[in-house]
Structures are given as structure tokens and as C-alpha cells.
């Protein structure tokens, strides 16, 4: 004799069961929603080299040498032709004692530029390297593909917002204090943990608006020790908040200096630190010179157990 079910239980296992289709076909809407968003980082190759593009007067590197349209587009061909899979351009810098530019000198520098380059490349991924809202969504309204914060968020309380409610792939540097003062700082201790530590409150912000295309970056040469700034070369994975992707940007950066004398050899020290970082995990590398780091990468991927 078959079981007979009373008519509730039966209505309340049929609503039951659209109610779980119904909430599934949210999570593909929202799925689908989010793939639509998607950027080339996602496919980017692993490790992927970004070519430095400073767009300034007074960059601690290259200031003054690309601050004009057609030498930052002869500038960005030329990496391009090297092997960057993408370009990171910046009109603000950071260096040591150097007085910041204004929000609209930012814009000025970078813009144009922008502007020029997704004319002339306009398959280019490119990276804007800024820590103001405002110009991070100029940048992205012109076409760039990731926001490359080296505040990570603090010192522009409207970033985080904005970059999470839209979901823009974003760079989150490690950092402490403010422009003016997070050259002042020295970090040490444990400076994993330190580093970790921040990257989970900050992605857990982001992620709280959903899902996020986040790479992280330890902050090599802001505010650390020197014995710090080594350290986070080795054992990326310490500080590596929920397997995001980790950019390593030492290049020609004071810390070779410190350590080796005025004298050393910054491209050759460069490399080295770069092999150490690949050799440790890292994903991207952020560089000046783009021929020796696609020689380094193709090095390391050719070799067996060093990929």
C-alpha cells in the first residue's frame, strides 16, 4: 500500500524546490554577471611582466624621460616588443622627500597618455598606478584594466568602495602611514605576519560587495626594514591571502644600494632579486627593464623544477 503524504507537505516540497531553483538561477545570473566583467588578468601568463611607465617629472628611476605622449608611446612599444604582457602607467610619484602632485596634475600627466596608448595599443593591458578615486575612475572610464593602489586602500577612503561595488581588478601594495610620512617607517619583526595581517583586513572589505580580482603586493622598499625588504622575498606564500595572485617590485629600487654600496650594479642586482622572487612563487613582476626580466622568466620556465 502506497504511503499517502498530506497536501501541505506536499505543496511545502514543491515550493521547497522552486525556491532552490530560483536561488540557483540567481547565482548563475550573478556568475555570468561577474565572467562578463572579467579582464585579461585572469589570463594572464604566469609569471606575467608589467613594464614601468612613469609619466612624471620626478620619478625616483626615470623621472622627466617619458612625461611627453609620443615618448611614453615609443617608450610602450618598446616594452611591448620585449615581451611585457602589460604596461603600468603613473603620473604621481612616491619617491622619498618628494612633494606630491596635486589630484589634477595627476590627471593632466596620466590621461593624455592613457588616452594615446589605447589608440595606438588598443589590445595593451594597462595598469594605472594611482591611490586617488578620482583618478582611478577616469582611468578606467578611458579604457585601463587594473587599479594599482600603492596605499592599499588607506589613503583615499573612497577606493575601496568604488573599486569593490564595481569589481575592478586592483593591485593592493602593502603600506603604513600616510604619502608624507610612510617613508618615515621601518618596519621589522615579523613582517610576514605584519603583511598577511593587512591583506586580510583589507580584501575582506573589498570581498564583503563579492567576489574581487585581487593581486597582492608585499610593499618591497615602503616603510620596511632592510633586513624586512629581503625577507619578503622568500616565502610569499606567508603572506599570501586566499591564493591571490603576488606582484614583487624591486626594480633599481634604494634597497640594492643599502645593502651592496653605491657602486653595485642595480639591472644585475635586479635580476637577482627577481630570481629569487620567481623562485619563491611570485606571479608578477614589476620592472623597468622588460628584456632582461622576459629573458629571466623564459630562463625559468625553460629549466626543469624551476617553474
Known amino acids: 500500500m502506497k ?9 511545502c516540497f514543491f515550493i521547497a524546490k522552486l525556491e532552490k531553483r530560483k536561488r540557483c538561477f540567481e547565482i548563475l545570473t ?4 561577474f565572467k562578463s566583467m572579467m579582464t585579461p588578468l585572469l589570463n594572464l601568463p604566469r609569471p606575467a611582466i608589467m613594464g ?5 617629472p620626478d620619478s625616483f628611476s626615470d623621472g622627466g624621460k617619458y612625461n611627453s605622449v609620443d615618448t611614453a608611446l615609443a617608450h610602450t612599444e618598446e616594452m611591448l616588443e620585449q615581451g611585457a604582457d602589460l ?6 610619484s612616491t619617491r622619498p622627500n618628494n612633494a606630491i602632485a596635486t589630484e589634477d596634475e595627476e590627471l ?3 590621461i593624455p597618455v592613457l588616452q594615446a596608448l589605447k589608440k595606438h595599443f588598443p589590445k595593451v593591458f594597462i595598469s594605472i598606478d594611482t591611490f586617488r578615486k578620482n583618478v582611478a575612475q577616469a582611468c578606467m572610464e578611458e579604457g585601463a584594466g587594473i587599479i594599482n593602489d600603492i596605499s592599499g ?5 573612497d577606493m575601496l568602495p568604488y573599486i569593490g561595488e564595481n569589481h575592478i581588478p586592483y593591485i593592493m601594495m602593502h603600506c603604513v602611514g600616510t604619502p608624507d610620512t610612510m617613508h618615515q617607517y ?7 605576519q605584519t603583511v598577511m595581517d593587512f591583506f586580510q583586513r583589507q580584501c575582506a572589505v573589498l570581498e564583503a560587495y563579492g567576489p574581487q580580482q585581487i593581486v597582492l603586493d608585499p610593499g618591497i622598499g615602503f616603510g620596511k626594514s632592510l633586513q624586512a625588504n629581503y625577507a619578503l622575498l622568500s616565502n610569499l606564500d606567508r603572506y599570501r591571502c586566499h591564493h591571490y595572485p603576488i606582484l614583487i617590485g624591486v626594480s633599481r629600487k634604494s634597497l640594492i644600494r643599502k645593502l651592496l654600496g653605491a657602486e653595485a650594479d642595480v639591472e644585475n642586482c635586479t635580476t637577482i632579486l627577481n630570481t629569487i622572487a620567481l623562485l619563491h612563487g611570485a606571479d608578477i613582476l614589476r620592472v623597468h627593464d622588460v628584456k632582461k626580466a622576459v629573458e629571466l622568466k623564459k630562463t625559468c620556465n625553460f629549466a626543469p623544477g624551476l617553474s
Not at 3 to 11: A, D
Not at 186 to 192: E, T
Open 52 to 56: 614601468i611607465l612613469n609619466v612624471t
Open 30 to 33: 550573478f556568475a555570468r554577471k
Open 186 to 192: 621601518a618596519l621589522d619583526g615579523d613582517i610576514h
Open 108 to 110: 593632466q600627466r596620466v
Open 87 to 92: 604596461i603600468d602607467l603613473g603620473g604621481c
Open 153 to 157: 586602500g588607506l589613503f583615499d577612503p
Open 3 to 11: 504511503k499517502k503524504f498530506p497536501m501541505v507537505f506536499v505543496g
